[in-house]
Structures are given as C-alpha cells and as structure tokens.
C-alpha cells in the first residue's frame, strides 16, 4: 500500500551519452510521516521527487500508489499530489491570495476562507494577501508556495528545499508545521538543512539508496481519496488574458481595421453598382438602339415587320409626311427649338413652310427657317436646337430606332441582329464599361479580401503561439497540479475562443457602427455627390448575415488555432519547463 518505487532507474540523454542517476531504486514509504531527504547536490534528489509526483515520466520500472502504476491513476496529480517547488512555481500576475485559490481550483478544492486567512496568519503574509506574486521577495514567495500546497490536502506532499529562502525562525516554524501535518499524509522534503532531524526519525541518505530501501513503518491503513472536479478557472482564464492586454489591445486593432475595410469595400462597391444601375435604368428608358443596314440602304417595310416579330420589340422609323425618303444632319446655325433648315430638294417636295414629323406615334411640328444650298438630290433636313429627343430621332429613312422595352434584353438583341443590320446602343455600352470596372473591382477585392484574411489568420497565429510560448510555465504549472491534459485543452480551446469572439462582435460592432454614421450624415453625398453609397450587398439583406459570416470567419479561426496550440502542448516536457527559472 502507499507510495512505492520497484526498481526504478533514471537516465538521462546528454550529448556525451546515457547518464545514470540512479539505478533499481526500490522504497517502500510509509502512509504517512514526515521524510527527509537528504544527499550533495546533483545526486538526483528533484528528480526524484519529479518521478514521484508523475512530471517526468521518462523512466524505468515501476512507481505505485497503493498498488496502482501512478500513470495509470487518471487524476493522480489532481489528487495525491501537492509539490512545493524550488523556484516556487508560483503565477507572477496573480496576487497571493489568487496564487493560492488557483491552485486550489486546479485541484478542486473549495477553499476555505478561514483556513486560508490562519495559514497567511501563521506565514506572516496576511498583509501582503492582495500583492502580486512579482512584487515578493524570495522568502515571501517560498512561504505563498508552502500555503499554497498546505491548503490542499493532498495525501502526499512533495517539498524541493522548501527552506532554502527562509530565515531561521521561518524554518522552524515551516518545520513545525510539516511535522504536525505529516500526522495525517506522507511529506517528502528535500533538504540540505541538518536541523530537520530534530523534527523527524525518518532520514533518507540518498547516497545510502544503493538499490534497496524499505520502509517498516506501515503506521496507518491506506489514506482514502476523494474524488473531485477541478473548477471552471474563468476568474484564472480571464486575469490571464488580460495579463497579455498589451498584444490583445494589438490584435483587436487590427481586426477592428480589416473587418471595417473589408465592410467599406463590400458595401462602397454594392453602392456603385447600385449607383450605376440607378443610372443605367433611367437613361435607359429614354435610350435607342439604332439599327442600321450595313449597305446603308432604306429599310423596307417588311424588314421591319420581320424585325419586331422575331425580337417583340417596338421599332419605328421617324417619317415627314409627304416624303418617302429624307436624310438629316446638323448644322452650326442657330435655331429655335423645332426650327429646321432644309435642302432645295425637300421644299421643291414639301412647298409648305411646316413639317409634320411622326415617331413612335407622337407626331411632332418642325418650322422650316431658312433653305440651305446643298448638293444633294434627296430631301434633306438640318436642325440644331431641336428638343433632344426630336433631334436624336430626327434621322433618315436608313436607320431605324427601336425602343427596347427590357433593357436586360439590349444586348441580347444586339448580339443577335442579321447579319445584313448593325446597331449601336452608345448609352449602354457607356454603362456597360461601369459594370465591367465594377465587376472586376468586386473580383480584385474578393482576392484582396481573402488574402488579407489568410494574413490576418498567419499574424494572429504567430500572436497567439507567442502568447502560448509566454504562457508555457503557466500551462505546465497547471498540468502538474493536477489539471489533465484534456481539462488544459478545453481551457484553452475557451479562452482562444472567447477571445476571437470578442474580436469579431467588437469588429462588427464597430463597422456596423461606421457604417451607420455614414449613412446618418450621408457622408457619400457630401464627398462624391452620391446618396447612401455605403449599402450592405442583395445576397446580404439582413445586415446580421454579414456580420455571421465574420464571426463564423473568428470562430471557425480560434478553433483552428486552440486545435494548433494544443498539438504544440503535447509536446510540452512538464518538468523541463518548471525546471527553468
Ligand atoms: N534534463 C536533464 N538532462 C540531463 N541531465 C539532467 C537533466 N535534469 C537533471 N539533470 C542532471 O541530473 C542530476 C540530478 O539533478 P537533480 O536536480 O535531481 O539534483 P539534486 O540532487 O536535486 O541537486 P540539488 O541539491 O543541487 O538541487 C544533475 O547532475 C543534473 O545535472
């Protein structure tokens, strides 16, 4: 029963080869009782104690708890475990008070309030109860780390020269109360001090361990374990993330910045489009294709039957009545609107000092002005400030207007003239060259924008990994108190993801906030004369959906990374880590 070591040998690799500390260990300890170990210095006592408490678990035979492998006991460091460190292992961020319930959370226990105000009594640190560990000195620390494993009661505690920064009477007083500690579990201290023998009979002489040592003293029946949760740890999760407040702040920044440009650019394209379609549309009611025969020769009147019947859209051709054939142009003369110019041919033709034009139906009056010489045989027309629309469709018998009732269709019907037809439609090829500058800005800014993701995932990678190599100790400290390996993983996994989460509902907050302004100042208007040119894209109605994708983007992002960062744990050497200083 109890803790024992049945041959047990540690190597260690070193660059000149296998280095033996100690071979076919075999101790039998008591249940309870305190034990001082004692040997020079580098003779393997730590990494003894290391072994014992389930970090290094690098070795050769075998160490049981009550007849169990210790790795086979699944809470084993939760559990039976209390270590007190030689560097204190203590959280340099977190005051003594916060240092100690941490410790207790990570091994579920509740503490208990009063237990901890006569421990910090006794230690003589009552007054330094809300100081950040940092801020100690060596002896303070040391007695934070003796509190900190004194308040669990842990069946077994592991002490690495708990003395070594204490003054004499501080030693006393630790020693005294290991001894009456030790009356209810098993306390193994490491120690160079001669005067613990006072305090204990129980000596071991690690040169004497040769390769067997056995306890007789089976002085109590085996100790009964509770089986306990580790705590939540949000208070611990929370004070960690904002120990790092200088790189979150960072982080937040830039995520701000991206997911803003990244809504300004969405949005500022939609509303060109938008912008530009508005325009399109309304010039398009008013617009004409003109449709020409590309030997220049009159339309016949059933090529116009066969043209509106194969494409079902409206066509005419303006027409003087009384004349069958004219041709127009014009002139640099000033007129007044509906005045016209005309040639010998047309007035010999019409005799009249009118004209009565037809198009589409509407019949329009032109008031001839004057007679220009020309050589023409056919009738022919001059104007100049004729209404627009007049003088637009003021054209000759050889070219034809149709209105295009769809304007989807225009290029449609474009395409697909005879071959012996051309047409031109010049407002919407105009427009067209808009929704093609548009078009290929929405594709530049979809790769700007997912680059621009795939960085901002790489950079905050590398921030949070760096954050991970700062928090290592912290992490190892966890686990070799207890925490499992999956408990370390699910902290993590929470705290990334709470993280990224804040960064995205803050982002959007912040550009869905931006994004309100400029609308409520109508900002657009006031630079580029365009009304509410910020709009969120059709695919997008309900604003939240945008902003569920980005936060989709943290999430799916913080789970990746928690993921990444818990394979990098694995391979984390506990007691390497808490051996460093
Ligand atoms: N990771 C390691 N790789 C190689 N050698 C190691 C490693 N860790 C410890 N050692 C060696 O193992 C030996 C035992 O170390 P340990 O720290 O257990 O000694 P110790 O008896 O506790 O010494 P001290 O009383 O000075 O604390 C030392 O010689 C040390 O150099």
């Not at 169990?68 to 939760?78: G, H, L, M, W």
Request: charged content about 20%; some cysteine; overall charge positive.
């Amino acid at each position: 029963m109890g803790l024992e070591l049945k041959n047990v040998t540690k190597k260690f690799k070193t660059i000149e080869g296998e280095r033996v500390i100690f071979e076919n260990l075999n101790i039998h300890f008591p249940d309870y009782g305190l034990i001082a170990i004692t040997g020079e210095s580098g003779c393997g006592k730590s990494t003894l104690l290391q072994l014992i408490a389930g970090l290094d678990q690098d070795y050769e035979g075998k160490i049981l708890f009550n007849q169990v492998k210790i790795e086979d006991i699944k809470d084993y460091r939760q559990l039976v475990i209390s270590f007190v460190y030689q560097n204190y292992q203590l959280i340099d961020y977190l005051s003594v008070k916060d240092n100690c319930l941490f410790y207790c959370h990570l091994k579920g226990i509740k503490v208990v309030e009063k237990q901890l105000q006569e421990l910090l009594e006794i230690f003589e640190l009552n007054e330094l109860v809300n100081q950040k560990v940092k801020n100690l000195s060596g002896g303070q620390k040391q007695r934070v780390a003796l509190i900190r494993a004194l308040l669990c009661s842990s069946p077994i505690i592991l002490c690495d020269e708990p003395t070594g920064a204490l003054d004499e009477i501080n030693r006393q007083k630790v020693y005294r109360f290991f001894k009456k500690a030790s009356q209810r579990r098993l306390i193994l201290i490491v120690s160079h001090d001669q005067k613990i023998s006072k305090y204990t009979p129980y000596h071991l002489n690690f040169e004497c361990l040769k390769h067997h040592y056995d306890w007789n003293h089976q002085l109590y029946s085996r100790y009964e374990i509770r089986k306990t949760k580790c705590g939540l740890l949000f208070k611990e999760m929370i004070q960690m993330i904002l120990k790092d407040k200088k790189k979150w702040v960072m982080m937040f920044v830039s995520q701000i910045y991206m997911v803003l440009a990244m809504t300004l650019i969405i949005t500022g394209l939609e509303g060109f489009n938008g912008y530009y379609q508005k325009q399109y549309n309304q010039a398009m009611n008013n617009n004409l294709v003109m449709i020409q025969k590309k030997n220049q020769e009159p339309f016949k009147e059933k090529e116009i039957t066969k043209l509106k019947g194969k494409y079902q859209y409206h066509l005419d051709i303006g027409k003087i009545e009384g004349l069958k054939n004219f041709q127009s142009f014009s002139i640099n003369k000033k007129t007044k609107q509906n005045e016209v110019y005309v040639n010998h041919a047309l007035i010999t033709k019409i005799k009249q000092n009118k004209l009565i034009y037809k198009l589409n139906h509407h019949q329009y009056t032109l008031k001839i002005k004057g007679v220009i010489q020309d050589d023409y045989q056919e009738p022919v027309l001059y104007y100049h400030s004729l209404s627009n629309e007049i003088a637009l469709q003021c054209i000759d018998v050889s070219t034809s207007i149709v209105y295009v009732k769809n304007h989807k269709y225009m290029k449609d019907y474009l395409t697909h003239l005879s071959v012996q037809y051309q047409g031109i439609a010049p407002i919407y090829e105009e427009y067209e060259s808009y929704f093609k500058v548009i078009d290929l800005f929405k594709k530049v800014s979809f790769v700007f924008i997912f680059l621009s993701f795939m960085i901002a995932i790489v950079l905050m990678g590398y921030m949070v990994l760096s954050m991970l190599y700062e928090n290592q100790k912290i992490y190892a400290i966890m686990l070799a108190n207890g925490y499992q390996n999956n408990h370390l993983a699910f902290f993590i996994l929470k705290k990334i993801s709470l993280m990224m989460i804040s960064i995205g509902i803050v982002s959007c907050l912040v550009s869905s906030g931006v994004l309100k302004i400029i609308s409520f100042f109508d900002i657009s208007k006031k630079i580029w004369g365009i009304n509410h040119l910020f709009v969120l894209p059709r695919e997008f109605q309900w604003s939240f959906m945008l902003y569920f994708f980005y936060l989709l983007g943290y999430i799916v992002q913080g789970i990746l990374l928690s993921l990444f960062i818990v394979l990098k744990m694995k391979k984390i050497k506990m007691y390497e880590c808490l051996r460093e200083e």
